[in-house]
Structure formats: structure tokens, C-alpha cells
């Protein structure tokens, strides 16, 4: 059971560490455009990152991919909501996380989904 329970920490830590390094690529990018991608496909063929994490429980190809959805502030892609569902509802990365509600997304990104917890979301 102490071995499960140190797998599924070592997961969450993966995930929480893999949502930064999309962070980082997403800012990168919107610095580039002054907008938002509407899918994190486009951060590895722009070269903002050399491969677009996915969960540690996903197989290749990515069948788990992190949730996303760009987010529509006037007519561009100005915001993002960005997020990983953890194993470990009482992970601390949870107490600092956005937990935001679904707003208005941008044509071509996928639907925004609900940050309440054991997601670890993050908006810019």
C-alpha cells in the first residue's frame, strides 16, 4: 500500500511539474503572437516545446493528454485554462491552484472543463 500511494505522489508531481512546462511554452508562444494556440499541438511544431507532455498513465500515442482550452477574451485567444486531474486529493499544489469555472473558449480549442479539485489548474 506505502509503495501504490508513493507511485501515485511521484505521478501527481510528474503532472504538476508537466502543466508549468506547457505554462512556459504558452507564454512563450503568446510573446510570439499576442495570442493564445487553440491547442498545445502547435507549441511543438512552433518549437516553443520539444514535445507536448502527456499523463504519466498515458501510452504511446498520447491517449491522456492534459486538459486545455484557450479562452476568448474581445476576438482573440487572450487567456488559457490549462489543468491535470491528480490521484492524490489532498496534494498540496491543490491550495494554490486557479480552480476556475468554464468561460467562453476560442474557435478550434477544445471545450473548457471545471478546475474544482483534484484538478491542478492554472490560467495565465
Known amino acids: 500500500a506505502s509503495l501504490n500511494s508513493a507511485r501515485r505522489k511521484s505521478r501527481d508531481a510528474r503532472r504538476v511539474a508537466d502543466v508549468k512546462q506547457i505554462q512556459l511554452a504558452l507564454e512563450l508562444s503568446f510573446d510570439t503572437s499576442n495570442a493564445y494556440p487553440a491547442t498545445t499541438a502547435s507549441l ?3 518549437g516553443f516545446i520539444p514535445v507536448v507532455p502527456c499523463d504519466p498513465l498515458s501510452v ?8 486545455y482550452a484557450a479562452l476568448l477574451s474581445g476576438t482573440t485567444c487572450t ?3 490549462l489543468g491535470a486531474t491528480l490521484e492524490e486529493g489532498n496534494n498540496p499544489a491543490l491550495r494554490h491552484d486557479s480552480d476556475a469555472a468554464a468561460v467562453k473558449i476560442c474557435s478550434g480549442s477544445g471545450a473548457d472543463f471545471a ?6 489548474d492554472v490560467k495565465p
Open 115 to 120: 478546475g474544482t479539485d483534484p484538478v491542478y
Open 79 to 81: 487567456s488559457y485554462h
Open 44 to 46: 511543438a511544431t512552433g
Open 60 to 67: 504511446a500515442p498520447c491517449t491522456i493528454p492534459y486538459q
